[in-house]
């Protein structure tokens, strides 16, 4: 970006990311911020990408590292699993703390507005009281809670009509913190309809039995809340740096609805 875009544009939101950057997930977060600032549509400049790995543990995760690298970002690396073994083993309850205030001393170099987890893997209940970190979640404010499985199984559980994504601010509270920004869509119409029926009378715990995440709607409701995730982490980014969204007011009032402003680009049909 030039001296004058920034003039025009005002100064690039300064970003952290924290990843465990184990598959193609966190991989394509990463990839669409940096496509958008590439792009120009984010004003933004990652100042570091911090990953819970090291070298050789994961081959996700080394490709992840190559990719931060090839791009000249900063890569700060703490192994949680090393950290673990180099402290007895002791239960990972009792290591949380310790373990980000290790990591908040090699981060002590950088400043950033706002840090992003994508794809990380542990709860942070020190990081999110010394950084603004906001997160990604796969279902509307107020939905199901947990991991993504977990949510979608509570989906066909209450037979939802509608789902979502959502980014709140990261809290010690998993899951629960301020939404900022979010995005819906039906689970209903042409996509739905046949996938429903299969279902037909069957327990939750049945169809998790036979044929679990293999079900046509566990796997549809899948790929549309997860087309919807880059463009709405982007977009959110967006709107932080903007001034639409105040992450300092996180909270108190109505969180952005997004919707509008991505489905346009969505390929799904």
């Known amino acids: 970006m030039t001296s004058a875009d920034t003039e025009k544009h005002g100064a690039p939101l300064k970003l952290g990311w924290f990843s465990t950057g184990r598959g193609e997930g966190s991989r394509g977060l990463l990839t669409a911020a940096l496509d958008a600032i590439d792009?120009?549509?984010?004003?933004?400049?990652?100042?570091?990408?911090?990953v819970n790995r090291e070298r050789g543990q994961h081959k996700?995760?080394?490709?992840?590292?190559?990719?931060?690298?090839?791009?000249?970002?900063?890569?700060?690396?703490?192994?949680?699993?090393?950290?673990?073994?180099?402290?007895g083993r002791a239960p990972w309850s009792e290591l949380r703390g310790k373990f980000d205030e290790a990591v908040l001393e090699l981060l002590e170099p950088y400043s950033v507005d706002v840090s992003v987890t994508a794809g990380y893997m542990l709860i942070?209940?020190?990081?999110?009281?010394?950084?603004?970190?906001?997160n990604l979640h796969p279902a509307l404010p107020g939905g199901p809670i947990g991991m993504i499985d977990q949510v979608i199984w509570e989906l066909i559980r209450t037979r939802a009509k509608e789902s979502g994504v959502m980014i709140h601010v990261a809290t010690e509270a998993l899951d629960l913190g301020p939404v900022v920004a979010y995005c819906r869509f039906p689970l209903s119409g042409q996509n739905y309809e046949d996938a429903w029926s299969e279902t037909g009378d069957r327990t939750i715990e049945?169809?998790?039995?036979?044929?679990?995440?293999?079900?046509?709607?566990?796997?549809a409701i899948r790929a549309t809340g997860v087309e919807r995730e880059r463009p709405l982490l982007v977009a959110t980014l967006a709107a932080i740096g903007d001034g639409r969204i105040d992450l300092n007011a996180a909270g108190q009032g109505a969180a952005l609805d997004l919707t509008a402003e991505i489905e346009p680009g969505l390929t799904l049909d």
Request: charged share 20%.
């Open 39 to 50: 792009s120009g549509a984010l004003n933004a400049q990652i100042e570091f990408v911090f």
């Open 60 to 87: 996700g995760t080394d490709r992840y590292m190559d990719l931060v690298e090839e791009r000249g970002i900063p890569l700060v690396t703490l192994s949680s699993q090393r950290f673990r073994t180099d402290n």
């Open 124 to 134: 942070a209940p020190v990081l999110c009281q010394h950084f603004i970190m906001v």
């Open 206 to 219: 049945e169809l998790q039995a036979d044929p679990g995440e293999s079900l046509p709607l566990f796997k």
